[in-house]
């Protein structure tokens, strides 16, 4: 019974009655220097950022807020011309808008297919920030999208108190690291020991990482130097509404 409540209350996320719409930023490929994803991003439909939006999302709501950004994250990139290349796109979800991963990805699929998008071409990211219930219900979203063959990404890893047990725990395949440890990483020896330590062990367990927040020239050489391949941020690009920006 709880779940019909659940279900019927996101419709699809035609229940989400608050207008917003999708900027993107690439995620760059430094050694080929073009995009490995793009990162959907919300935006009020006034180019107002994603607090806009977000702060309307209640406990009522979520759920067809959360159906509602995947289907726009998608029609919207395929109409930006998303399918030009092989760039995947990424897009974040809320583990607490999940109440049955297998029901409540349908729509997700459903949309992908309609458009012709693979589905190993999405990557879904969730941060070590978001509220979570039950870690093993978290731990079951994950096992079921990788089974279905989603790639799966933890954000923001760096920003909160739980990223490693986080990471030991729920073994995505992607770390993006939180624009915290980034921020003058060119100057800042700690920084720098503490991501060539995330590196090595990503690599060891078959992770990617992906530094986000990157501003400069000198933050992107030093990532590379240290053996970050994809980057994310305004020195490349700024995100852009409805566009899938160029690299700079």
């Known amino acids: 019974m709880e779940m019909r409540k659940i279900c019927s209350g996101c419709r699809d996320g035609i229940d989400f009655e608050v207008p917003f719409t999708m900027a ?4 760059v490929d430094v050694e080929t220097r073009k995009p490995f994803a793009y990162e959907a991003l919300v935006r009020g439909v006034d180019g ?18 959360d159906q509602a950004c995947r289907v726009m994250a998608i029609e919207s990139a395929l109409a930006a011309g998303l399918m030009n290349d092989d760039a995947r796109l990424s897009i974040n979800f809320l583990p607490n808008a999940v109440y049955s991963p297998l029901a409540c ?3 997700t699929m459903r949309t992908a297919n309609a458009v012709g998008l693979p589905i190993d071409r999405l990557i879904f990211e969730f941060t070590e920030n978001e509220e979570m219930g039950s870690p093993e219900h978290v ?3 994950i096992d079921t999208y990788k089974k279905i063959g989603f790639s799966v990404a933890i954000d923001d890893f760096g920003a909160g108190h739980s990223g490693l047990d986080m990471f030991a ?4 395949d992607e770390l993006k690291l939180d624009m915290g440890l980034i921020r003058d990483i060119d100057t800042d020896a700690r920084r720098r020991a503490i991501v060539r330590s995330i590196v090595s062990m990503c690599a060891e367990l078959n992770t990617l990482v992906i530094a986000e927040g990157i501003e400069t020239a000198a933050e992107a050489s030093t990532l590379r130097d240290l053996g ?21």
Not at 169 to 172: E, G, K, L, S, T
């Open 24 to 27: 993107f930023q690439p995620i």
């Open 48 to 65: 107002s950022g994603a607090a806009s939006v977000l702060s309307r999302v209640t406990a009522e709501n979520r759920y067809s807020f």
């Open 105 to 107: 990805i349908q729509l």
């Open 139 to 141: 731990s079951s979203i």
């Open 169 to 172: 725990r729920f073994a995505p």
């Open 228 to 248: 970050v391949r994809y980057h994310q941020g305004y020195w490349y690009a700024r995100p852009a509404i409805g566009q899938l920006p160029a690299i700079a």
